[in-house]
């Protein structure tokens, strides 16, 4: 009988050591992530051409997805559409530095500033960017020491810019077709440049691109 007894009181400890035990339940540390991602941009600037006044700004667009461009605030004058390829035209610009601004509906936007100089005068040469942009600040006084000239050469079949300064004892500067420094054809102390950048208008026929008020 006692060892029954014993048995049966053995039984219970050990259930009741097995109840207050129990495995706790675990906890999640952390939320997975589940956040919608951002739509991808279907639009990439292709070029922006400047004509005289006017100015066309290229888009290549990926999807249907409406693209805004403005210069200055204003819409366009024209959508050429000839899809990837969407063309924003705007005409009848003044002189100056303009901003232009693309955004589309899914927040993606991008800025992009260009130079237009309206032609004074028939055989006006084309000018490239740089030139561009330097000549519209030249023309908004925003140039500290502005040069007396600019004028258009060729030399050992090559396109180059002769910038005369103010004052004679200035260096002149000769520009490759990149606005990069040739060297100093005349003027200094001297009046004879820098001594090793040999160019002469003696005998050439130059394009005026711009000359001081």
Not at 44 to 67: H, P, S
Not at 153 to 169: L, P, S
């Amino acid at each position: 009988m006692n060892k029954t007894l014993s048995v049966v009181i053995g039984a219970i400890i050990v259930l009741a050591l097995a109840c207050s035990s129990g495995t706790a339940v675990p906890t999640p540390t952390s939320i997975p992530d589940t956040a919608t991602p951002p739509p991808a941009q279907e639009w990439q600037l292709e070029d922006i051409q400047v004509d005289g006044n006017t100015v066309r700004v290229a888009l290549r667009v990926f999807a249907g997805i409406d693209v805004d461009v403005t210069m200055d605030g204003e819409p366009p004058s024209r959508v050429d559409a000839a899809v990837p390829i969407i063309a924003y035209v705007f005409d009848d610009l003044e002189s100056g530095e303009h901003q232009i601004l693309m955004s589309d509906v899914a927040g993606y936007s991008q800025t992009e500033s260009v130079s237009v100089i309206i032609p004074r005068g028939p055989g006006r040469p084309i000018l490239p960017e740089w030139l561009t942009k330097w000549v519209a600040e030249l023309n908004a006084g925003e140039v500290e020491f502005p040069p007396l000239s600019i004028t258009k050469y060729q030399y050992e079949g090559e396109t180059v810019y002769f910038v005369v300064k103010q004052c004679c004892d200035q260096f002149s500067d000769l520009l490759d077709a990149d606005g990069n420094l040739i060297g100093h054809p005349n003027g200094g102390i001297t009046g004879q440049g820098d001594g090793k950048t040999f160019f002469s208008t003696d005998g050439q026929k130059g394009e005026g691109v711009w000359s001081a008020p």
